[in-house]
């Protein structure tokens, strides 16, 4: 099976297909996890690494999104050009649909959730 990643953003006319084959959903998981891994420091972490997992972390979903839609390289140029929450909409996009989830349907539990919050939030303060 395949999905569609509409990736007008870099100038593709047409949405991408990729194939949602084991390859590519190892690569979503570990990419996920290599994040995650990006986030963690404790308390001997030195500002060098600090800075270091930052270029990571703005490499990692630019590399991921280049391999899998396949980018040419005046593509993926376009794609370190594009603002971060552009890249990273594209990036969950992509992983979600790899991942059988909807983005519609994530973004709106999302939006449900910080919406609950807020409402505690506003309660504690009473």
């Known amino acids: 099976m395949a999905i569609k990643i509409n990736a007008k953003i870099l100038g593709i006319k047409e949405p991408i297909e990729v194939k949602q084959s084991g390859t590519n959903i190892t690569k979503s ?29 703005q490499e990692l979903p630019i590399n991921f999104i280049s391999d899998i839609l396949r980018l040419k390289p ?9 603002d971060r929450d552009d890249v990273s909409e594209l990036f969950t996009e992509i992983i979600l649909k790899l991942q059988d989830q909807d983005p519609e349907e994530v973004k709106k539990a999302q939006a449900e959730e910080a919406a609950k919050n807020a409402e505690l939030s506003d309660t504690e303060k009473k």
Do not use: M, Y
């Open 29 to 57: 998981l570990k990419i996920q996890r290599d994040a995650l891994k990006l986030q963690s420091f404790d308390d001997d972490t030195t500002e060098d690494e600090i800075i270091e997992s930052g270029i990571k972390a």
């Open 74 to 82: 005046k593509e993926t140029e376009k794609l370190w050009d594009l």
